[in-house]
C-alpha cells in the first residue's frame, strides 16, 4: 500500500523522497552515499518525533482518519489467530460496515466486533465508508448474546465516522438498533473491552462502546459531532472545523482527563500508520492486560461496577 | 428585469417543523402545519392542537403535565441540578443563560412523582424550548435518577421525548448520558418494571438513539417528526429529496417503530388503560 501523506506531514514527505532518491542513487553503484542517507533517515526519525509530538486536535482528527492507519481485519489479523467470521443480522441483511466473529488471543478464544472502513475506492464503497446501517448493529447485538451465551470476552473495535443516515436506515429504525445496543452491552453477562482505534463517530460509534474497560489509542479520536458537523452548525462553515476539534476535546488524552476512557494505548512514532505492526504489538499488550483484569471479575460485580462507571459520567451542579 | 416572477416551489413538508413554533400573544395564532389563522383560546382549549388539521403545537414541559397526569398529582423533584461549562465551550454560558431566562428552567427537562389514572408513576418531561431540548449531563442525570426511582419505588417510568439530540456544547459527557440512560432503562428492565416512552415533535439524534426508542411501549403525538439524523443531513448525503410524510409518526408506525399515535386529547385516558394492565392483578 502506498504511503501517503496528510498536510502537515509534507517536511517529512519531501525528506523520505530525497532518501529514496539517493538510495536508488546508490544502488546503482556510482557514489557512496551511505553515510549521507543515514544521516537523512535520522532527520527524519527526528522530524517526524517532532511534528508528532506537538500535534493539534484537527490534526488528530486527520490522523484518525489517515488513510493508511490500520483497520479492524487489520488488527484482528495482526494480534489474533483462527479468525472466523460471522455475518449477518439474520433479519434483512449483512452489513460489510461491521466485521464480527470468533477467534483467539494468545490461545483465548473470543468474540470480537468491530467498524470497518475500506482501502480501495471499491472497498470503501461495499463498507459504506465505516457507517453501519441498522443490520449491521443487529448483527453486533447477535455477537453481543453469542459472547454471553458461550462465556466468551467481548472485544470491540470502533472506527466509524458515525452512522449512515439514510433512508434506509431511518425506515429500519436506527435509532432503535443503538440504543437496543447500549442497553444489551451494560447487562451482557461477559467482560467487555472496547479500543478505539480511529474515528469514534457519535452514537454511531458508542453503539459498540459499552465497556468494562474502553481503551483509545494515542492518536485515535472521540466525539459527539464531527469537527465539521459542529463548525457547520456553530458558525455555519464546516471549514472552520480545526477550531471545532479544539472546543470539543476529542483526542485521546481529552477523555483520559475526563475519565471517560481507562488508557491511552502508546502508538509507534508518527502514528500507527507508520508501523502498523508495532501499533498491533502495543495494542495487544494493552488488551491481554486489561481482559486479564476483568476477565475473571463475578458478572455481578462486573455489572455493577461496569453501571456505576457510566453513572458517573458527567458534570453538573447540584444544590 | 424579469416580466413574469418565479414561483418558489413549495417548501418540503418534512421541513416545516423545523422552524420555530411559538404561539405569539395575540388574539390569533397560524398553525404551522396548514397556514390556517385560528383563534387562540379554540387552540388551547383543543389542547394546542389546530382545530383544522390535527396539528400538534410544540409545547413546553410545564403545559403538558396537566394533559399528562392526574390533576394536581404532580410533585416535581430533582429540581436543584443545573448544568455546568465542563469543556469552557465557546458561548455556551451564554446560551443557557438565555435559555433560562426564556423558560425558567435551569435545563430541558423537569422530572418528578405523579399519578395517572390513579397510578404512582415516575415522570421525566423534555422541553424542547430550552436549547433544543437537547441531552447534556443534567438531562442524562435527572433520567436516570428517575428511573431508579422508580425501581426503587416500584412504579412504572414514563419519559417525554422532545430533543434535537446529543448537546454538543458538553463533548462526549452529552454522548455517554445515552448510554447512561440506556443502561438505566436497562435495569428497570432488569427489575420487571414498565417503561412507557412518548415520542413528541421533534425527537431526534442522542435521545431516539437511546432511551426514547427503548420503552415497552412507544406511543407518538401525531404528525410528529422522529428520526436518528436530521433530514437536511439525510438530504445532503443521499442528494436526493426526501419523500412526503418521511420520518413522521406515521412513517415510524407503518415501519413497525411505534405502537401507537395518540393525540393529546386522549393521552391521559390511553396511558390510564395501559397502566392498569401493569397494575392489575
Known amino acids: 500500500m502506498a504511503q501517503e501523506y496528510l498536510e502537515f506531514e509534507k517536511p517529512i514527505a519531501d525528506l523520505e523522497k530525497k532518501i529514496e532518491e539517493l538510495t536508488l542513487f546508490t544502488s546503482n553503484g556510482d557514489i557512496n552515499l551511505e553515510e549521507e542517507i543515514l544521516k537523512l533517515h535520522k532527520k527524519s526519525d527526528q522530524l517526524r518525533a517532532e511534528i508528532y509530538s506537538r500535534i493539534t486536535p484537527w490534526q488528530k482528527a486527520q490522523i484518525s482518519r489517515h488513510p493508511n492507519r490500520p483497520y479492524t481485519l487489520d488488527y484482528i489479523e495482526a494480534m489474533m489467530t483462527d479468525f472466523v467470521e460471522m455475518h449477518g443480522d439474520r433479519a434483512f441483511a449483512d452489513d460489510p460496515a461491521i466485521v464480527s466473529g470468533m477467534a483467539k488471543l494468545d490461545g483465548m478464544p473470543l468474540t470480537v466486533i468491530g467498524h470497518q472502513k475500506g482501502r480501495t475506492t471499491k472497498e470503501k464503497i461495499f463498507r459504506n465508508f465505516g457507517m453501519p446501517n441498522p443490520e449491521g448493529y443487529r448483527k453486533a447485538l447477535r455477537v453481543m448474546r453469542f459472547a454471553e451465551r458461550f462465556r466468551k470476552p467481548l472485544l470491540t473495535f470502533i472506527d466509524t465516522p458515525g452512522a449512515y443516515p439514510g433512508i434506509g436506515a431511518e425506515e429500519r429504525g436506527q435509532g432503535e438498533s443503538i440504543a437496543r445496543n447500549l442497553s444489551v452491552m451494560s447487562q451482557l453477562k461477559t467482560p467487555i473491552l472496547t479500543v ?57 488524552q481529552d477523555l483520559f482527563q475526563m475519565k471517560v476512557v481507562d488508557e491511552v494505548v502508546e502508538e509507534p512514532i508518527g502514528g500507527a500508520h507508520r508501523d502498523p505492526r508495532r501499533a498491533a504489538e502495543l495494542l495487544k499488550e494493552a488488551v491481554v492486560r486489561n481482559l486479564a483484569e476483568i476477565r475473571n471479575v463475578p458478572f455481578d460485580d462486573l455489572l455493577k461496577q461496569r453501571y456505576e462507571k457510566l453513572r458517573r459520567i458527567g458534570m453538573f451542579d447540584e444544590i | 428585469m424579469a416580466w413574469f416572477k418565479k414561483e418558489r416551489p413549495e417548501k418540503l413538508s418534512s421541513e416545516t417543523p423545523a422552524k420555530k413554533v411559538k404561539i405569539p400573544e395575540g388574539l390569533w395564532v397560524k398553525c404551522d402545519n396548514c397556514k390556517e389563522i385560528i383563534y387562540r383560546k379554540e387552540v388551547e382549549k383543543n389542547f394546542k392542537v389546530c382545530p383544522k388539521c390535527d396539528y400538534h403545537f410544540r409545547i413546553t414541559a410545564s403545559e403538558r403535565l ?45 422530572s418528578g412523582e405523579a399519578k395517572i389514572g390513579g397510578c404512582p408513576v415516575q415522570l421525566v418531561v423534555m422541553d424542547f424550548n430550552f436549547m433544543g431540548g437537547s441531552m447534556g449531563s443534567v438531562v442524562g442525570e435527572k433520567i436516570a435518577r428517575a428511573v431508579e426511582r422508580a425501581i426503587d419505588k416500584k412504579t412504572p417510568f414514563i419519559s417525554v421525548a422532545s430533543s434535537g439530540g446529543a448537546r454538543m456544547q458538553e463533548g462526549i459527557l452529552s454522548l455517554m448520558q445515552m448510554a447512561k440512560t440506556s443502561a438505566a432503562t436497562a435495569r428497570l428492565a432488569e427489575a420487571g418494571l414498565p417503561f412507557i416512552s412518548i415520542l413528541t415533535d421533534p425527537t431526534f439524534g442522542g435521545v431516539t438513539a437511546s432511551f426514547a426508542m427503548l420503552g415497552d411501549l412507544i406511543l407518538a403525538e401525531p404528525k410528529c417528526l422522529i428520526g436518528f439524523a436530521g433530514p437536511r443531513v439525510i438530504e445532503q448525503t443521499i442528494k436526493q429529496q426526501l419523500p412526503a410524510g418521511f420520518q413522521r409518526a406515521e412513517f415510524l408506525m407503518e415501519h413497525g417503530m411505534i405502537d401507537m399515535i395518540v393525540s393529546r386529547k386522549d393521552l391521559h385516558a390511553t396511558l390510564a388503560r395501559i397502566l392498569e394492565f401493569f397494575t392489575t392483578e
Open chain 2, 66 to 110: 396537566p394533559y399528562l397526569v392526574d390533576e394536581g398529582s404532580f410533585f416535581e423533584v430533582e429540581d436543584g441540578l443545573s448544568p455546568r461549562d465542563a469543556l469552557g465551550f465557546k458561548d455556551y454560558k451564554e446560551k443557557l443563560k438565555s435559555s433560562r431566562k426564556k423558560t425558567g428552567l435551569k435545563d430541558a427537562i423537569i
Open chain 1, 196 to 252: 478505539v482505534i480511529g474515528e469514534g463517530g457519535s452514537g454511531g460509534a458508542l453503539a459498540l462502546g459499552v465497556a468494562d474497560r474502553i481503551l483509545m489509542l494515542e492518536h485515535s479520536t472521540y466525539s459527539v459531532i464531527s469537527p465539521e458537523g459542529c463548525a457547520a452548525i456553530l458558525w455555519n462553515n464546516g471549514a472552520k472545523a480545526s477550531e471545532a476539534a479544539e472546543l470539543l476535546k476529542i483526542t485521546a
